[in-house]
């Protein structure tokens, strides 16, 4: 299973990205994804979960209100819409898939509960 993370780039503050998740290897069956972010320095972090039905989304609270997480299973796909960009935003993305095979048991937010990543890609906000 590979996941390619693109979308990234160098935007202004207030502006908006879109961010994609390529799923290729396999479908991934009954497995939430997340977006993850992590600038220089710092830990990486927790930003946005969808469980594999697509039925709800879990967000952490630096994000809420301006970041929508959404998956499309016909495109084999993930998407973070990123809007009213912060400096504070800008980091490395990375998305990542955990097995979840009950959707009601989606909202997890460790890096370690994960079981693939992406690349990631670099996200810069400027002021």
């Known amino acids: 299973v590979q996941l390619q993370a693109s979308g990234g780039g160098l935007v202004q503050s207030g502006n908006s990205l879109r961010l994609s998740c390529t799923i290729s290897?396999?479908?991934?069956?009954?497995?939430?994804m997340a977006w993850f972010r992590q600038s220089p320095g710092q830990e990486r972090e927790f930003v946005a979960v969808?469980?594999?039905?697509?039925?709800?989304?879990y967000y952490a609270d630096s994000v809420k209100d301006r970041f929508t997480i959404s998956r499309d299973h016909a495109k084999n796909m993930v998407f973070l819409q990123m809007n009213s960009l912060k400096p504070e935003d800008t980091a490395v993305y990375y998305c990542?898939?955990?097995?979840?095979?009950?959707?009601?048991?989606?909202?997890?937010?460790?890096?370690?509960?994960?079981?693939?990543w992406g690349q990631g890609t670099q996200v810069t906000v400027s002021s």
């Open positions: 290897g396999r479908t991934l069956n009954n497995y939430a």
């Open positions: 969808i469980p594999w039905s697509g039925e709800g989304s």
């Open positions: 990542a898939a955990t097995f979840n095979r009950y959707s009601n048991n989606y909202k997890r937010t460790h890096d370690i509960q994960y079981d693939y």
